[in-house]
Structure formats: C-alpha cells, structure tokens
C-alpha cells in the first residue's frame, strides 16, 4: 500500500513538473522544443533596448516593438514563416531605434491608416472570381423599365446565375451626365433594380443572391459631349462572383477578375515552386482565347517604405508576365504588368492577417471574343 502512494505522489510531482515546463517566447507558449535563431535574436535585442537609457525616452517604441514580436511568434505557429521573419526582424529595428533614443528625442505620433474605401465590386478575393458582363440595354428617357427587345441582355445574367447556383450578383447602373446629380444617382439605382426585378422574377433567382447599386453619372467609360458617348455612359453592368474553375467558364464573358493565391519570400519576386498552378489558371485560358488580353497587377502590404513597395509590386507583376509568356507562348503584346504597392488596401495593415489579404497578385482579363 505504502508503494502505492509512493508512485501516486511520484505522479503528481512529474505532472506538476511538466505543466511547469512551457517555455514562452514573447508571452506566445512555445509548441516545440526548438524556435528559429531570429527568435533568440529578436529577443536579445529587445532585452538590450528595455535596460539602455533610450527606453526612458521612446516607451512606445519599446511597447511596439515587443508587440511586432509577440505577433511574430503567433504567426510563427500558425505556419506563417515569412511572416514571422517579416515582424520580427521589424521588432528589431524598431527596438534598435529606441536603444539610440536620447533627450533630444520626440515621441513619433501614432500613425492611423485611411478608412478602407469599400471594394468596387469588380475587386476579386482569393477563392472567387469576378465575371463582369456589360449589357446592351438602353432605357428611355427618365425611365428605368427594360424595354422587350433587350430581355435577351438580361438573359446572359439569368441563364449564367441558373446554372452556378452559388454565384451572386451585384447590378451596377449608370447615367449620363445631363440632369443633376441626385436625380442621376435615383435613375441609375431604379434601372439597377429593375435588372434585378427581371432576375428574380423571369430566372427564379432569389433575392439574397442579388444586389442593385447605381452610381449615377460616375465612371463614365466615354466623353458626354457627344450622343455616343452620352449612349456608352448609360449603362447596365453585372458583376457576378464566382467560386468556379476558370476552365469551367465558356463562353467567357467581356472582362474576368481573379487572385492568385501566390506568396512570395520576404523582398523577393520570384514565384515560388508551389504556387506556379495558380499562375498556370491565367495562362490556360489565355491560350484556349487567343484573343484575350491581361492585366497583372502586384499588391504589398505597408511594411517598408513607399518606393520600395510600388517596386516590388511592380516587380513581382512583371515575374508572372514573363512566366506567362514563357510558358505558355502568350505574346508579350497581350499581356503587360502594373505594380501598386499598397495604394489599393483591401484590409487593414495593424494585423498579419490584414497584411497578407493585401499582398496579392490580381490578373484582369479582358475578352475580345469574335462573334
């Protein structure tokens, strides 16, 4: 009995032991007995930082740096790796600034990223695509009922929605620019929904999968000073967002948006092994249409400074050009690469998920198809 209680005790004391024996990095548990060397480095440097005069001087430098760094170790055992090198190395150059801080130092003020404008609804997210359709359909004067001889417009929509019962829609109306300017935002949102209507009564789609938007006299596509341009302007667009196999998609409608799941290395623009399928989707159905053209763009987050972001965006777009016309043969005259930055933000900067939203490669396809 006494052997007994002397294993059981002995139990306790090892469970006890063993709970004790998390490590942390940076108030993050680790989940494996060995981290990356920049683990220790970063926080080498940040124990260096908090002890030297500067951190009397630039608190909120320290306070930001440990904060990168606990958010490096997240990401860490998230299996972000490039992330993690991303903010640790982050941390560490902010917490060697701090370290050089002295009286003459002043507080940086914090800085607030601009409100996210709200996505055109043509903007493509991972896993969905856009197929953006312009219907031929001109309205009377001040009236917003679909005239009989343009059902068939409307029908593109309608069949294509039938078919993919997980796509949606948004209906996007425009005007001219003759009449004022709250009287064109009304006619364009009662053009939109009498799409929309149509849809839903003539298809069966149901109204949750629909959406109607009128901008007005906004992003004319043509000069209002002539009636041709007037006609361009008073449009109906329909942007459908979908979760297909591009392959799947025939025949291919006037313009398709789509993002390619690629990841870079920290700095680099060279398309890494195991995100060429995602370049290949664009190069197939460019060689099935030889008459398409294409546009890719490169995103970055905010992390670096201005100029070297429009360049690296700049330079990972022209990688996939370069790959798609090596490939696949696709004539360098068909194809051309626009690098932004981080001008267009689909997310906010403050968190690595925002950050990774934001670095993307679009591709935007536009189809001439003969007829």
Same mark, same amino acid.
């Given at each position: 009995?006494?052997?007994?209680?002397?294993?059981?005790?002995?139990?306790?004391?090892?469970?006890?032991?063993?709970? *004790?024996?998390?490590?942390?990095?940076?108030? /993050?548990?680790?989940?494996?007995?060995?981290?990356?060397?920049?683990? &220790?480095?970063?926080?080498?440097?940040?124990?260096? @930082?908090?002890? *030297?005069?500067?951190?009397?001087?630039?608190?909120?430098?320290?306070?930001?740096? !440990?904060?990168?760094?606990?958010?490096? $170790?997240? /990401?860490?055992?998230?299996?972000?790796?490039?992330?993690?090198?991303?903010?640790?190395?982050? $941390?560490?150059?902010?917490?060697?600034?701090?370290?050089?801080?002295?009286?003459?130092?002043?507080?940086?003020?914090?800085?607030?990223?601009?409100?996210?404008?709200?996505?055109?609804? @043509?903007?493509?997210?991972?896993?969905?695509?856009?197929?953006?359709?312009?219907?031929?359909?001109?309205?009377?004067?001040?009236?917003?009922?679909?005239?009989?001889?343009?059902?068939?417009?409307?029908?593109?929509?309608?069949?294509?929605?039938?078919?993919?019962?997980?796509?949606?829609?948004?209906?996007?109306?425009?005007?001219?620019?003759?009449?004022?300017?709250?009287?064109?935002?009304?006619?364009?949102?009662?053009?939109?929904?009498? /799409?929309?209507? +149509?849809?839903?009564?003539?298809?069966?789609?149901?109204?949750?999968?629909?959406? $109607? !938007? &009128?901008? &007005?006299?906004?992003?004319?596509?043509?000069?209002?000073?002539?009636?041709?341009?007037?006609?361009?302007?008073?449009?109906?667009?329909?942007?459908?967002?979908?979760?297909?196999?591009?392959?799947?998609?025939?025949?291919?409608?006037?313009?398709?948006?789509?993002?390619?799941?690629?990841?870079? @290395?920290?700095? *680099? $623009?060279?398309?890494?092994?195991?995100?060429?399928?995602?370049?290949?989707? /664009? =190069?197939?159905?460019?060689?099935?249409?030889?008459?398409?053209?294409?546009?890719?763009?490169?995103?970055?987050?905010?992390?670096?400074?201005?100029?070297?972001?429009?360049?690296?965006?700049?330079?990972?777009?022209?990688?996939?050009?370069? +790959?798609?016309?090596?490939?696949?043969?696709?004539?360098?005259?068909?194809?051309? @690469? !626009?690098? +932004?930055?981080?001008?267009?933000?689909?997310? +906010?900067?403050?968190?690595?998920? =925002?950050?990774?939203?934001?670095?993307?490669?679009?591709?935007?396809?536009?189809?001439?198809?003969?007829?």
């Amino acid at each position: 009995m006494k052997n007994k209680f002397f294993l059981a005790g002995q139990m306790i004391v090892i469970l006890f032991l063993c709970s *004790s024996c998390t490590t942390y990095h940076f108030g /993050v548990a680790n989940r494996a007995a060995m981290v990356p060397d920049d683990f &220790g480095q970063t926080e080498a440097v940040l124990a260096r @930082a908090e002890q *030297s005069p500067g951190a009397w001087y630039c608190p909120e430098k320290i306070a930001k740096a !440990k904060e990168l760094a606990r958010e490096g $170790a997240e /990401v860490y055992w998230s299996c972000h790796n490039t992330e993690s090198s991303r903010l640790l190395a982050e $941390a560490r150059q902010l917490a060697e600034e701090a370290e050089r801080c002295g009286p003459g130092a002043v507080a940086a003020p914090m800085v607030r990223e601009a409100p996210i404008e709200p996505l055109p609804a @043509a903007e493509p997210t991972p896993e969905r695509m856009k197929y953006c359709v312009s219907l031929g359909i001109e309205f009377d004067i001040n009236k917003s009922e679909i005239r009989p001889q343009y059902h068939d417009e409307v029908a593109k929509v309608g069949d294509f929605m039938k078919k993919y019962p997980t796509t949606t829609a948004v209906i996007e109306g425009y005007t001219d620019e003759v009449g004022n300017d709250d009287y064109n935002m009304q006619l364009s949102q009662q053009r939109a929904e009498s /799409v929309v209507k +149509y849809l839903e009564v003539n298809f069966g789609i149901d109204s949750s999968r629909l959406s $109607a !938007k &009128g901008y &007005g006299e906004a992003k004319p596509t043509a000069d209002n000073a002539t009636d041709a341009g007037r006609q361009k302007n008073r449009r109906i667009n329909a942007i459908i967002d979908c979760a297909l196999d591009v392959k799947d998609i025939a025949p291919p409608p006037e313009r398709l948006c789509m993002t390619l799941k690629v990841e870079y @290395a920290t700095d *680099s $623009a060279d398309i890494r092994a195991g995100y060429s399928d995602e370049v290949d989707k /664009v =190069g197939e159905y460019m060689k099935k249409y030889p008459t398409t053209t294409a546009i890719i763009e490169g995103h970055t987050d905010n992390v670096g400074s201005f100029e070297h972001n429009m360049k690296l965006s700049r330079s990972r777009a022209e990688n996939v050009v370069n +790959y798609l016309a090596g490939k696949f043969g696709i004539d360098s005259s068909r194809l051309s @690469a !626009k690098g +932004y930055g981080s001008t267009r933000s689909i997310a +906010y900067n403050n968190t690595a998920e =925002g950050r990774q939203k934001n670095r993307r490669i679009n591709a935007i396809i536009d189809c001439v198809i003969d007829k």
